[in-house]
């Protein structure tokens, strides 16, 4: 039997997580404070932690949304500004989110925040959004790319988000309602599942990479390759990658990269999307 308490406990996996935290703020800051015209601490939302901040490559540029994880429920969007490096080194505009935390909202509110988020993008640039996220911004993701964009606005595409790269990510939320992170994610058998995009119907052509540091546990080795093989069941552009040498968080560093293979695969995906019109 899976110990799932065990399998999702990255802090425990991870001892030095706290110096990787601090390092985290240390180098957000520093690009926040190099960044030339970036625009910081837009509101997409009525509470205090529904910002934006937009770090801006040339006019025209393809447009990205990054979303932070901590398990819906911790970290902030300012540790991981630098997220937007590697991506603004090669011409994309990448907007960093931040949204409210559980317990004082549901995982469900916040897979509002960031459709609202990514609606408030639409409205400002007109233009379609390649998505990408760590841990459970992995989700969060999956999520969007999954969305049926006309339900929320009939001015907006249907695949405003046609394609995501999801880092570390959990697409079944089942395990969770089994460990003790769920005394703040309070997830039930049904909501779990509502919220799993690993059973959602995913429109014919949308993309997703899976992707996972290879030092990660069975369990998140698992999740990033079961959603990969189940949405290209349905016809979605899958692929499912192993970052070698790398845990759940120092997984997303090579962001900050210019030159790494991370960077020029999201480039990669943004400039496509980006061509999308």
Same mark, same amino acid.
């Given at each position: ?49 529904? &910002? ?88 969060? &993701? ?136």
């Amino acid at each position: 039997m899976t110990d799932y308490e065990t399998e999702y406990n990255n802090r425990a996996r991870v001892p030095e997580h706290p110096e990787i935290f601090a390092r985290w703020e240390r180098e957000g800051a520093a690009y926040r404070s190099a960044a030339r015209g970036a625009e910081l601490g837009l509101r997409y939302g009525p509470s205090a932690r529904q &910002t934006l901040d937009i770090f801006r490559a040339d006019e025209g540029a393809p447009l990205a949304l990054f979303i932070h994880g901590g398990w819906w429920r911790s970290l902030d969007p300012s540790m991981f500004s630098q997220s937007a490096g590697g991506p603004n080194a090669h011409g994309v505009t990448v907007a960093v989110a931040g949204y409210d935390l559980c317990p004082q909202v549901s995982i469900a509110q916040i897979v509002e925040q960031m459709r609202a988020a990514c609606l408030y993008l639409w409205r400002k640039y007109r233009k379609r959004i390649f998505v990408y996220g760590h841990s459970a911004g992995g989700h969060l &993701t999956a999520c969007l790319v999954a969305t049926d964009w006309k339900t929320l606005d009939p001015q907006a595409p249907t695949d405003l988000v046609p394609a995501g790269y999801a880092i570390s990510g959990v697409f079944d939320l089942a395990p969770l309602s089994q460990i003790s992170v769920n005394a703040d994610l309070k997830l039930d058998a049904q909501s779990a599942h509502d919220l799993s995009p690993l059973y959602w119907q995913v429109p014919a052509g949308r993309v997703l990479d899976a992707v996972v540091g290879g030092l990660e546990s069975s369990e998140f080795l698992r999740q990033s390759r079961t959603v990969a093989d189940a949405w290209k069941q349905g016809m979605a552009l899958t692929r499912y990658e192993e970052i070698a040498g790398t845990n759940h968080f120092t997984v997303v560093d090579p962001l900050s990269r210019a030159d790494s293979k991370m960077t020029k695969r999201v480039v990669e995906l943004a400039k496509q999307v980006g061509a999308m019109g």
